[in-house]
């Protein structure tokens, strides 16, 4: 039995969740989410939290328990609370800032590179070079903030370019030079 599918979902107050087959739409403070779950699971609520079960041992499905639950759960923690993802900007130059609901980025090209905030998805620029994605949707926040980090990844050699907050970039000694 998947330790994580066992678990069941907890459902914070101010949290609306309605199940409709396989689709569950949940409906929060922060907004709404709606998705579709495979039918080799059960969803069915019970006393303020939602349980997710397989219908059987197959393989398939034992690996779609876990995921099932937890995709359940990211949507309920997104409604109520939110994700964000902080990104750092490292170099001499680099910056942003924010351009309407986009963001635009300094980052050593000789333009300077645009990125359209997606819907559900809101930027931060609390300083220069730190940039906050901030959305209801964890995939999402999560893939709008690497695509982000993929314009001007760091490099090995200085640390130069966009990075997660708190990510450690491996360091390479340069080249050694003429003796």
């Known amino acids: 039995m998947s330790r994580i599918g066992k678990k069941p979902v907890p459902v914070p107050a101010g949290v609306e969740i309605s199940i ?4 569950v739409a949940v409906k929060g403070p922060k907004g709404s989410l709606q998705r579709t779950f495979t039918d ?4 069915t609520m019970e006393e303020g939290t939602v349980l997710v079960a397989r219908k059987d041992d197959a393989r398939e499905s034992r690996a779609l328990h876990g995921l ?18 902080e990104l750092a900007i490292v170099g001499v130059g680099y910056r942003a800032a924010l351009k309407g609901n986009g963001l635009e980025l ?4 000789s333009h300077p ?3 359209p905030a997606p819907d559900g998805i809101s930027f931060e620029v609390p300083e220069p070079t730190r940039v906050i994605v901030s959305g209801i949707d964890k995939e999402q926040v999560g893939q709008v903030a690497a695509d982000i980090r993929k314009l001007r990844p760091p490099e090995p ?4 370019g966009v990075r997660y907050l708190n990510e450690q970039v491996r360091r390479k000694a340069g080249k050694a030079g003429k003796r």
């Open 20 to 23: 409709d087959g396989q689709t």
């Open 40 to 43: 080799r699971v059960d969803l």
């Open 68 to 85: 099932s639950r937890a995709l359940l759960a990211n949507m309920v923690i997104g409604v109520a609370d939110g994700f964000r993802r």
């Open 106 to 109: 300094q980052l050593g090209y």
């Open 113 to 115: 590179v645009q990125v």
């Open 157 to 160: 050699y200085k640390g130069k």
